[in-house]
């Protein structure tokens, strides 16, 4: 069963535009959240997280946003640039394990 | 540090064959984690390790799936017999117990035909 779920496959921002990847998950005891980067045969990269204590973490062009009451978080990538293009993953952690759980990621296409 | 090192890159082999998947973690890190990626299911935890301990395998899909770590530097994931379900990208994952990040490997794109 999908904990975390990234419902948008595919998106295509233009370059200079703001890009919003979305994440929802299921579980509650998720405390602290994971955006990860993917290029082609490459393996995923860790991009920015956030804690469940707060409800926005900013680096540089990067933006989490997360809304405990609906369990949702969002990526937002100001402004977009072409090497951005690449496939995102959201993750969710518990204090009670030490594993990841990810979402099926969303691929993101930057277009100039 | 070289990061999280897996080998082949690629392999490809025939149904019923036995795979040995490799991956040596980060010096240091005390968490090893074995995920696959496949279009359907996006990235899935099978196994992880705490200082060369099996923790959690209930993500592992079958018997004949397995996964060792003899040393802190080396682990290793077995399919054998190889199905064509089996085809994939597997990921090696490792993490120190102060950190949550985990640090992927390149991944070892398996095709079994």
């Known amino acids: 069963d999908q904990q975390v779920k990234q419902n948008s496959p595919s998106l295509s921002v233009q370059e200079g535009r703001i890009s919003i990847l979305n994440c929802d998950y299921t579980?509650?005891?998720?405390?602290?959240f994971l955006w990860y980067k993917k290029y082609p045969a490459e393996g995923p990269t860790f991009l920015i997280s956030?804690?469940?204590?707060?409800d926005k973490n900013e680096d540089g062009r990067f933006t989490v946003f997360l809304n405990k009451s609906a369990k949702h978080l969002s990526l937002h990538i100001v402004p977009s640039q072409p090497g951005d293009s690449a496939v995102y993953f959201c993750?969710?952690?518990?204090?009670?394990?030490?594993?990841?759980?990810f979402g099926k990621g969303t691929s993101l296409l930057v277009t100039p | 540090d070289a990061g999280v090192i897996q080998s082949p890159r690629h392999e490809v082999t025939e149904m019923g064959q036995e795979v040995t998947l490799r991956c040596k973690p980060i010096?240091?890190?005390?968490?090893l984690f074995w995920y696959r990626q496949t279009m359907m299911r996006g990235l899935e935890l099978l196994i992880y390790?705490?200082?060369?301990?099996?923790?959690?395998d209930s993500g592992m899909p079958e018997d004949r799936f397995s996964a060792k770590m003899p040393n802190a530097s080396f682990s290793t994931l077995k399919i054998q017999p190889s199905e064509p379900r089996d085809s994939a990208v597997y990921f090696c994952?490792?993490?120190?117990?102060?950190?949550?990040?985990?640090?992927f490997g390149s991944g070892t794109q398996l095709s079994v035909l």
């Open positions: 390790f705490n200082n060369n301990v099996p923790i959690d």
């Open positions: 579980n509650s005891m998720f405390d602290y």
């Open positions: 994952a490792s993490s120190s117990d102060r950190d949550e990040k985990l640090f």
């Open positions: 010096s240091g890190h005390d968490y």
């Open positions: 993750a969710g952690d518990s204090n009670s394990g030490y594993a990841l759980n």
């Open positions: 956030i804690s469940s204590i707060k």
